[in-house]
């Protein structure tokens, strides 16, 4: 069955969005309280996410009592996250804005970014604007909690995902694959799809999105060029606290807790 294609940025329809990533949040939920309690000094109370889109994981923050805030670029998942808050009943804590320019009320205690949106970043200068950015809203002993795509440099990357999501009588079928990956210009083009189905319409939304690509050792390099944090860890997608990773030249996904230093 073909289905009517619409091509549109998937971020521009919120609803699907979150049924597709939204709908797998306990595993990343428990693993950011886990590494709050093990690499952060002192007690976090105060959580940040920058990239926040449709606020899955901050309102899961919020029912658990933490104090909750993002900000993102797109206006229509910033409305998302916060109708869903004020739902649960709490304040419309996201902004509209830069991920690598932003300020905070009052110092936080955590931040995390651990679905690939970092990769969005399309230069070494907003790469480290926003790190530092995110630095200055932390606390010192604070953590950032950054997960992404590394491109491997030994063996194959992985060039396509398929995944379901339901909820109540909607469903979507997400396909991501890469159609080009240029390592030297370090630009990863990868096309996206929603299939939708619902009781009155079936459609397809069709994307594609342009990440900046990160081998172990770029990242290293960026990292240590930013001299406000420090690495303490680092894990896997498998988001086990008690399980780290060393990171080589075949990893693929990696989650780093970067502390704030003194």
């Not at 658990?64 to 009943?89: E, I, Q, Y």
Request: contains cysteine; charged residues 25%; glycine residues 8%.
């Amino acid at each position: 069955m073909t289905l009517p294609t619409t091509h549109a940025s998937l971020y521009d329809f919120p609803k699907y969005y979150d049924l597709v990533y939204g709908s797998d949040w306990k595993a990343e939920f428990e693993f950011l309280r886990a590494c709050f309690v093990k690499h952060a000094s002192g007690k976090v109370r105060r959580v940040f996410e920058p990239a926040c889109g449709t606020g899955r994981l901050l309102v899961k923050f919020a029912q658990a009592g933490f104090k909750v805030g993002g900000v993102d670029l797109n206006p229509l998942a910033v409305d998302f996250c916060n109708a869903r808050l004020v739902r649960a009943g709490f304040r419309p804590t996201a902004q509209v804005g830069d991920m690598c320019d932003f300020a905070v009320r009052q110092p936080i205690d955590a931040a995390f970014n651990t679905i690939n949106s970092f990769r969005h970043l399309g230069t070494q200068k907003q790469a480290e604007d926003h790190l530092r950015c995110v630095a200055r809203a932390l606390r010192p002993g604070g953590i950032y909690v950054l997960g992404l795509h590394l491109t491997p440099t030994r063996g194959e990357a992985l060039q396509e995902e398929r995944w379901a999501a339901r909820r109540g009588n909607l469903a979507v079928l997400s396909h991501l694959w890469v159609i080009d990956c240029d390592r030297r210009r370090r630009r990863e083009e990868v096309g996206m799809s929603f299939d939708v189905y619902s009781p009155t319409k079936q459609f397809r939304i069709e994307d594609r999105v342009v990440f900046r690509t990160y081998s172990a050792g770029q990242l290293k390099n960026l990292l240590a060029s930013v001299s406000e944090f420090e690495v303490t860890q680092v894990y896997d997608f498998g988001y086990d606290i008690d399980s780290p990773i060393k990171v080589g030249p075949g990893t693929e996904d990696v989650v780093y807790i970067l502390k704030k230093k003194p």
